[in-house]
């Protein structure tokens, strides 16, 4: 998020079932204003050997293991156990039998600037990982949306093992990268105007600190598209932060078509809005088996809320219908909220607690 860094969710860089129905859930996580119930029961896969943290995204290998994107320590399992280093990841998106690839985002440098730290795509295969293509040199490069080189790749969709998708969140773009690390183009996401009345309320207006967002209504805010999955249609589904001042409910969920080539998605037929707002925060979106998209939202009172107040409370699941767009609440309250996942058995998974070391946790939802 371009000039805006230290206000991004994106605080990993700057640091260092529910089943596919619509059936709502409770979890053991603790709940705040909850909104979804049922008689099913939530299981919590203890930590044995402890995560790094912070966590975020979360993936299925073939062969069922759930990985977690452990940014202070690289890929590890369910329990905590890091299998592959890689400090800095992201995200991860399965490829086959022990292959994936990887994500690893900014750091930050001096003031918090976005600098080269090599982030970008890697190949992880047999237990070793390969940066694939630096994306900072693309943007430095490139520079898709204007507003200046940041680069902060934050997700990961797999596209066999000759291609992935990313959501670059400083670069507000969404990219195709080869297997020989040839960059493609594919989307830039717009700027919006948007209602600063979320943050008046988080930072209690009138307040002198924040005099300047008390005395505005509404101002534009930066994509930071944040997560990009494949749909059953093969199009590319983006969801979207949303930036400074962290607005709530106004976080956009686009769908791609795959022959997507340096569109504008202010303009082009080929990047269409699926929902236009109604999210708050999106921070991970997951396909379930029967094509419902479930999208994970970091806190309802926003990213702002949780990394600069230290508050929040608590993030939310929802699922999407994409013939109908009928939006079902999943599950809410849940703290440090960043990635979810479908076991192969349907049920869904997810992070809670995922900036803390000592409470971290991978949670599954079961029915």
């Known amino acids: ?3 805006l860094s230290f206000y991004s969710v994106l605080f990993l860089s700057l640091l260092f079932l529910t089943a596919c129905s619509k059936e709502s859930v409770a979890t053991e996580v603790p709940m705040v204003n909850e909104t979804a119930t049922s008689k099913a029961n939530s299981n919590k896969v203890t930590a044995t050997d402890g995560f790094t943290t912070p966590l975020f995204g ?3 290998a073939p062969n069922g293991d759930i990985l977690v994107a452990d940014g202070g ?3 590890a399992n369910a329990t905590g156990t890091t299998t592959i280093p890689l400090p800095g990841i992201t995200d991860i998106a399965p490829i086959g039998t022990g292959s994936m690839w990887a994500i690893t985002g900014a ?3 001096p003031d918090g600037a976005i600098i080269n730290t090599g982030q ?5 295969s047999k237990g070793n990982s390969k940066l694939i293509a630096n994306l900072f040199e693309y943007e430095e490069a490139n520079d898709p949306d204007g507003a200046g080189v940041d680069s902060n790749p934050f997700g990961v969709a797999s596209l066999g093992g000759n291609a992935a998708l990313v959501t670059d969140a400083g670069g507000n773009d969404l990219l195709r990268v080869d297997n020989q690390g040839n960059i493609e ?3 830039v996401f717009p700027d919006e105007v948007v209602s600063t009345a979320n943050l008046q309320n988080l930072v209690g207006c009138p307040n002198p600190d924040f005099a300047f967002i008390c005395d505005t209504a509404e101002m534009p805010a930066q994509a930071v598209p944040t997560t990009v999955v494949v749909g059953p249609d093969g199009y590319y589904y983006v969801g ?3 930036g400074f001042p962290a607005p709530a409910g106004e976080s956009n969920i686009w769908r791609i078509s795959p022959n997507a080539s340096e569109a504008d998605c202010a303009t082009s037929p080929d990047c269409m809005k699926l929902l236009d707002g109604g999210f708050t925060s999106i921070i991970d979106m997951a396909f379930c088996a029967d094509g419902k998209l479930f999208v994970a939202e970091l806190d309802e009172q926003s990213w702002f809320a949780v990394e600069v107040l230290g508050g929040g409370i608590g993030g939310r699941i929802s699922a999407v219908d994409l013939e109908t767009l009928e939006v079902q609440v999943v599950a809410t309250g849940i703290m440090g909220l960043t990635g ?3 076991g192969k058995d349907g049920s869904l998974w997810a992070t809670t607690n995922s900036l803390s070391p000592e409470l971290a946790e991978v949670i599954k939802i079961s029915m």
Do not use: S
């Open 58 to 60: 979360l993936a299925t």
């Open 240 to 242: 979207e932060l949303k």
């Open 73 to 75: 320590a690289g890929i």
């Open 1 to 3: 998020m371009k000039k």
């Open 120 to 124: 970008g795509l890697h190949r992880v």
């Open 107 to 109: 750091i930050g440098g």
């Open 340 to 342: 979810i996942t479908f």
């Open 185 to 187: 183009l594919l989307a």
